[in-house]
């Protein structure tokens, strides 16, 4: 009966193991502090990201639009909203991304950070909501979300 009960401890030593192990990997490569919002301007998809474990660390954002990559860029232009929101302490965490071409109809952007994750590896994480906007036969941009600006951002 002893041997029973070893093998039942050492099964769940080793299950607790491999979840936190599991764990940390996913925290390490996906870290929770990333924080963002976008909106659909009349021309441009605009917004910010902010690491609210390291603030004064500029964002390498990427923007993609219907699931194609249309640009990257650093998110380091000013936004004083999300200082006066809380957001961050700084307010160089902004970007602006110009979208040319798009056909009449309705679209929609995605923003995510680059990360360096765990190695060489990097990866994309989403930050903020998927932005749902049209464009009309004038090519200017109608955002047709429904959500109001966190805690006091534009």
Same mark, same amino acid.
Not at 28 to 32: A, N
Not at 63 to 68: A, I, K, P, Q, T
Not at 117 to 125: A, E, I, M, P, S
């Given at each position: 009966m002893k041997i029973v009960h070893a093998l039942i401890v050492k099964s769940l030593a080793e299950s607790l193991l491999v979840s936190a192990l599991a764990v940390g990997f996913y925290l390490?490569?996906?870290?929770?502090t990333f924080q963002g919002w976008g909106e659909a301007t009349s021309n441009q998809i605009a917004g910010w990201a902010v690491d609210q474990a390291d603030q004064s660390r500029p964002l390498t954002v990427q923007?993609?639009?219907? %699931? !194609?990559l249309i640009s990257g860029a650093v998110a380091?232009?000013?936004r004083p909203d999300i200082v006066l929101s809380?957001?961050?302490?700084?307010?160089?965490?902004?970007?602006?991304?110009a979208v040319p071409g798009l056909s009449a109809g309705v679209h929609e952007a995605r923003v995510f950070v680059l990360h360096q994750?765990? %190695? !060489?590896?990097?990866?994309?994480?989403l930050v903020g909501d998927p932005i749902p906007f049209s464009v009309d036969e004038q090519g200017t941009f109608h955002d047709l979300t429904n959500r109001p600006a966190p805690r006091g951002a534009r």
């Open positions: 390490k490569t996906f870290p929770p923007l993609f639009v219907d %699931g !194609n380091n232009l000013a809380g957001w961050a302490r700084d307010a160089s965490h902004g970007y602006a991304f994750g765990v %190695g !060489n590896r990097k990866t994309l994480q």
